[in-house]
């Protein structure tokens, strides 16, 4: 009598091996826009070079990499360049969002800067720091590597379940309304602002 | 002969009032009078660099009669010498004659400062926003307009996993 | 930004009409950080070259208006990233200035040495870069290895490696140790190998000759009427260092250390080698500053009324926690004149000066930056007109343009 083995028990080592190959390769797209980007290349240069953890095949064109190095704030004229960049990218993908600007806003709190780019792409790690230390991206990448080891799956699924919107809550009460829907120009408004008047 | 005798003598009594602080020499100068004044400093008197253009907006300073102040800082590049000739202009309309034919480099400066104070420059060749995006409506350097904007920054939509 | 399609110039009918457009950026591995070129294209030459910029804009300038003058410090360390030191410099001596302070000797030291390896710093990643984006990337490597040293040093008397925040209203934040001496010595003891090994890299270098000799020419009277300072326009001729011309901090009594680096090529190549003599120049000031750095303290007297006392003296004495709390109470902090300064340095990239009004309180009605880099910038499309698509990045990184400087 033949044993059967059970499709899942096949189909989760596939997985391990697919993250195995996956987290040991993966290709940044070094989206620098400030300080950080120093750092970044501090990181990948001679004395901490980022080579040692497989990450180091920096890739400036988004349809060759799979992970996305968010570093520096970004402004408001940058939100639509980023988020086309990343829909560039093909899939599986992961974003990492270095520093404080990146992933708050920082210390400028300012017309044109975008507190936290969570608020419009997807992000796996948030490094603080402003900026970061070149351990801490590499500690973030190791972080990164972990995730994909554990959550993985070979043919995206982890994915497929995150269709909603995972960035901070909606921020639009704390602002006085008068003055949110009062936002002058004509920008492309979408899901920030439902349930408000759009401003044409 | 120094530089405000100079001017006052071609351009009429009272056409530049000197002030000092520290090492900075000052001179103010009435709108009308700016393009000629400038043009007159560089080709005469040898000042052939706009080092800067700052603009300063006055709504709420304390004495102040004008809105928003021009500061050209000339610099003469033999002899080391600088100069601060001041202006100012007013709403509802501010118009400031451009000096982009005396200096090449006034042109950004000029629209910079376009864009954060509505400042208009006449006859600058290409007068458009810099820093900001086109659809920007407001000049955000000006003092009504609140540091944290209008929620302009998060008007964009946002993009899922799912979507990507 | 939509843009217009540029007119053909030249008759219709002819194969010359097929100029095509080209979008450079803003997320180019060129352009550094974010800045974008729409160029206009006849094959591989370039007929214009429109810049597009203000994808970084931050409204540094605007946090000037609401935080005070020792807050504000460590926004203008954003401004310059690559050398963040020398900008808090810059904007401290405005401050100095415009409240007539006189810094004591050996805080004038301090921050000559500091100011003097920014810019050391800053030389580095903008040779090594060009070498980069030329296609070298051993000279990044070697550049990369001697910034991690001045890294070092800065975080050895700051606590942060990358924006120090060092500066305060009348002195620094707090006193060097003795190992920053140790290490300032050791560092100008290794750094001409390293110097000698990237000049040995490039200047020789027949491709890196090629791409960067006659490329990108600014004659000396545009680089006056563009207003173009510091190394550019040194690299055209104009023999102007404010550290010469305008002596501030410790260059009165140093100035038999160095020379004002020249040249008269004005093309990427003299800009390099204006770098590369200017590390050298700054090495000996350095050299010279630490040997001579006075004793005593580093900030002036809190009879000022305007430094901030040291946590022993906050913690242990009432006159302390007295000063501690009038500095930093909202309504209270310092007074300052009622008027408005111009003060400036000698940076790395050129000129950076800031125009302070004052409004009497302790912080600024406006802080108006002078920002070499967009001055610098505003000369590309002049520069880069008729040369080859290849070309943009050898000028590109030649001006060094640094974006959250371009933007602020």
Redesign the interface.
């Given at each position: 009598m033949a044993l059967k083995v059970d499709d899942n028990i096949f189909v989760s080592k596939l997985d391990d091996l697919a993250n195995w190959v996956r987290k040991h390769s993966l290709w940044p797209m070094p989206?620098?826009?400030?300080?950080c980007?120093?750092?970044l290349?501090?990181t990948a240069?001679?004395?901490y070079d980022l080579a040692r953890f497989g990450s180091e095949a920096m890739r400036?064109t988004p349809r060759q990499c799979d992970l996305m190095i968010v570093a520096?704030?970004v402004?408001?004229?940058?939100?639509?360049?980023m988020?086309r960049?990343?829909?560039q990218?093909p899939?599986p993908?992961w974003c990492i969002s270095m520093g404080a600007c990146a992933s708050t806003g920082g210390?400028?709190?300012?017309?044109?800067?975008?507190?936290g780019i969570d608020?419009?792409?997807?992000v796996d790690v948030y490094v603080p720091g402003?900026?970061p230390?070149p351990e801490q991206v590499i500690r973030s990448v190791l972080d990164l590597q972990e995730k994909i080891q554990k959550g993985g799956t070979i043919n995206g699924r982890e994915?497929?379940r995150?269709?909603?919107?995972?960035?901070p809550g909606d921020?639009?009460g704390e602002?006085d309304p008068s003055?949110?829907v009062?936002?002058?120009?004509?920008?492309?408004?979408?899901?920030?602002?439902r349930g408000l008047p759009l401003v044409s | 002969m120094n530089h405000q005798e100079a001017i006052d003598a071609k351009f009429g009594a009272e056409s530049a009032m000197p002030t000092e602080f520290r090492d900075n020499k000052r001179l103010t100068v009435p709108l009308e009078k700016i393009y000629g004044v400038l043009a007159f400093l560089q080709v005469q008197r040898g000042f052939d660099m706009l080092c800067d253009l700052a603009g300063i907006d006055y709504l709420g300073y304390a004495d102040a009669t004008d809105r928003y102040g021009i500061v050209y800082s000339l610099t003469n590049t033999n002899s080391g010498e600088r100069l601060f000739v001041k202006t100012f202009a007013n709403d509802p309309d501010p118009e400031v004659p451009s000096v982009v034919d005396l200096w090449e480099a006034a042109n950004w400066m000029e629209r910079e400062l376009y864009d954060l104070f509505g400042v208009k420059f006449a006859g600058h060749p290409d007068l458009r926003r810099i820093l900001?995006?086109d659809?920007?409506?407001?000049h955000?350097l000006r003092k009504d307009?609140?540091?944290?904007?209008?929620?302009?920054?998060?008007?964009?939509?946002?993009?899922?996993?799912?979507?990507? | 930004m939509p843009l217009e399609a540029v007119a053909s110039q030249y008759e219709t009918g002819t194969d010359q009409e097929f100029l095509y457009t080209l979008n450079f950026g803003?997320?180019?591995?060129a352009t550094?950080?974010?800045l974008r070129l729409v160029l206009t294209l006849d094959g591989e030459t370039i007929v214009k070259a429109v810049p597009d910029i203000?994808?970084?804009?931050?409204?540094f300038e605007?946090?000037g208006e609401d935080l005070d003058f020792n807050q504000y410090v460590?926004?203008v360390d954003?401004m310059n990233?690559?050398s963040p030191v020398a900008n808090e410099i810059a904007w401290h001596h405005t401050i100095e200035k415009l409240m007539g302070l006189e810094i004591t000797p050996r805080c004038k030291y301090i921050r000559t040495i500091l100011a003097e390896l920014a810019r050391i710093s800053d030389h580095l990643?903008c040779v090594g870069a060009v070498a980069l984006d030329l296609g070298g990337l051993t000279a990044?490597?070697y550049a990369?290895?001697e910034?991690?040293k001045v890294?070092d040093i800065i975080e050895n008397a700051s606590g942060q490696?990358?924006?120090p925040s060092y500066t305060r209203v009348g002195g620094l934040i707090n006193d060097v140790n003795d190992d920053f001496v140790t290490q300032v010595r050791a560092f100008v003891k290794s750094f001409p190998k390293a110097h000698s090994d990237v000049c040995r890299l490039l200047n020789k270098n027949k491709i890196f000759i090629d791409r960067t000799q006659g490329v990108g020419v600014l004659t000396r009277e545009e680089a006056i009427n563009r207003s173009c300072t510091g190394p550019v326009g040194r690299a055209s001729g104009i023999a102007r260092d404010l550290r010469k011309d305008e002596p501030y901090l410790a260059y009165p009594e140093l100035q038999g250390a160095f020379k004002i680096v020249c040249s008269n090529g004005g093309d990427c190549l003299a800009r390099y080698l204006v770098r590369m003599g200017e590390m050298v120049e700054s090495v000996n000031i350095i050299a010279a500053a630490i040997e001579n750095l006075p004793s005593g303290p580093v900030n002036i007297g809190t009879d000022s009324n305007v430094v901030i006392p040291d946590k022993s003296a906050t913690y242990r004495s009432i006159e302390g926690l007295i000063q501690h709390f009038e500095l930093f109470m909202w309504n209270r902090r310092f007074e300052t004149p009622v008027n408005e300064v111009y003060g400036a340095n000698e940076t790395a990239n050129g000129e950076l000066g800031f125009y302070v009004v004052s409004d009497g309180s302790a912080k600024a009605w406006r802080a108006r930056t002078r920002p070499p880099s967009f001055i610098h910038f505003a000369t590309f499309p002049h520069l880069v007109e008729g040369h080859q698509i290849s070309d943009v990045a050898a000028i590109l990184g030649s001006l060094n343009i640094i974006?959250?400087e371009l933007?602020r």
């Open positions: 989206f620098a826009t400030a300080c980007g120093i750092e290349m501090a240069s001679s004395r400036f520096g704030r402004a408001m004229k940058m939100v639509p360049v988020q960049i990343w829909l990218m899939e993908k210390v400028f709190d300012t017309y044109s800067v975008v507190q608020r419009f792409i997807p402003c900026p230390r994915f497929a995150r269709d909603t919107y995972e960035g921020r639009l602002l003055e949110v009062i936002a002058p120009g004509n920008f492309a408004t979408g899901k920030r602002l | 900001l995006p659809e920007f409506t407001s955000p307009y609140p540091m944290r904007g209008y929620g302009e920054r998060h008007n964009f939509p946002t993009v899922t996993r799912a979507e990507s | 803003p997320q180019h591995p550094h950080t974010t203000g994808y970084l804009h931050s409204g605007k946090l460590t926004i954003r990233y690559v990643l990044f490597l990369f290895n910034r991690e890294y490696r990358f924006h974006a959250a933007d």
